[in-house]
Structures are given as C-alpha cells and as structure tokens.
C-alpha cells in the first residue's frame, strides 16, 4: 500500500474500516488509505481498476463524516 499499489491501499482501508487483521477499527485510517486508492497510479501511469474505484469511493460517499488530517 505504501507504495501505491491501489488493491493493497483497499485491502488496508478495509482492515480498518471492520477493525481487521490485527487493526483496531479506524475510520480516519481507512479513509486515508481509500483516498490513497484513488489517487494510486501504477509504473505506466494507469488509474486503479474499477473494482478498487468502486470500492473505495462506496465506503468514501458513505462515510463523509470522518475527518482525515492524512494527505495523499
């Protein structure tokens, strides 16, 4: 994830977001990491796939409410 890769950046922001994996439940994290989903491109500068925009800006819409002091 920390490397921009947008599967792994969803599959981190849903950890926390259920409180998953060994995470504590954190919305402000699994925001972060789905804000940076959105903004990961790979080595060929292409956009995440669909299922990963999907996934992250579902939980985004339904969650506006938790403030993020993370920046992408």
Known sequence: AVRGDAWACVKL???YADGDMG???NENLAKRW???ALACTDRN???PDEDD???ATEWL???KHVES???C
């Open 61 to 63: 819409e339904a969650h």
């Open 34 to 36: 789905y804000e940076k």
């Open 45 to 47: 500068g292409r956009a």
């Open 23 to 25: 995470l504590a439940l």
């Open 53 to 55: 925009v999907d996934k």
């Open 13 to 15: 922001a849903a950890a």
């Open 69 to 71: 002091t993370w920046k």
